[in-house]
């Protein structure tokens, strides 16, 4: 390895070089059950044939002009993208922090139409929503921000999963304009809140007039059992945010509007200069469409409670296990102490697999998982654990 990269990362001692599926195969052409997705990106695998076919052709055909001129393949995703999750109107960035971005932006917006000049949005603890300055002070991990002071005004905290909260915050500030909140925390540990929680807040913010915004950045596009973990709870928020999975790998974001938010940006106040062109508005298409006729959500759902009444059989009564949940094929197994060794372990044993909140072993993969794959994976995690734990 040269020493030419910025060391933000320290990644693992492997090199892929090819994958098909759910596998993948190093320099040395070892195997490995991929059980991360690339962090919740590759929902449909690597190498999908059709995702394939829809780069290599739309590259040959036009890859960029810039939003100076209209584009197809970007008005067509929208229209697909707001049928499947009944908002109105797309915005295409680059990334999930980009998609924040905007969403932040909007709700201020909204707020200054208001007459409010301090516009403030309520975050949560143990969030995540991306590493630019606003994204990361709305981040709720010191750890994320430290270093960076001064940070962005006009965001106040908020104990995730707690209604009460909120309710209080809505008592004593003038300033809240939204609601900036994933549906189930994902790098906080996979924490699923109470089952009306969303409601819950779909019902302040219609009270108070604020914009309920989700950040479904690794929750959407069919993970959790639905297109989107919303749909979930039979609500409409008016703000969405969309990254990872929506591109497959190409790098493509979305922030969503509904109803009054649809219409709060104009022509000159929000922008990028790729955002949404040709090659990955057609790939991002291709994607949902190809999770549209597997029925990828029907899919999670099913494949999702088989591997966690897997896990619950395997590893119920081991010692230092504390808890399995997941909603869909968002997974995690939390044991008692910290066990960040064991992505190292797993890799060793031709597995990938993510430990995050320190204690949570987080599993994210491909939706196209099929129930012998699920038996390895079940098996192969089962036995890393059991190992680890009874040393
Ligand atoms: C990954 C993630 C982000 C940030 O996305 P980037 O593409 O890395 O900027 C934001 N929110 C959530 C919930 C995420 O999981």
Known sequence: MTDTLMHTYSPQAVTFEKGEGILLWDENGKQYLDAL???AVCGLGHAHPAISEAIADQAKTLIHTSNLYQIKHQQELADRLCEVSGMDKVFFSNSGAEANEAAIKL?????????IDSPEIIVMEGSFHGRTLATLTATGNRK???GFEPLVQGFVRAPYND?????????NSQNIVAILVEPVLGEGGIQIPDTDYLNGIREICNENDWLMMLDEIQTGMCRSGQWFAFQHNNIQPDVM???KA??????IGACLAHGKAADVFQPGMHGSTYGGNPLVCRVAKTVIDTLDNSNAAEHAKTLGTYILNGFNTALKDVNGVNDIRGMGLLLAIELDNPCVELVSIALEKGLLINVTAERVIRLLPPLIMNEQQADQLINMVSEIVRSFLSK
């Open 246 to 251: 929506l591109g497959n790998g190409v790098p």
């Open 37 to 39: 997705s690339g962090i």
């Open 241 to 243: 945010t969309l990254a």
């Open 107 to 115: 709700a201020r917006l909204y707020g200054h139409q208001k007459n």
């Open 144 to 146: 994320v921000q430290a």
């Open 163 to 171: 209604i009460e909260a909120i309710r209080n915050i809505a008592q």
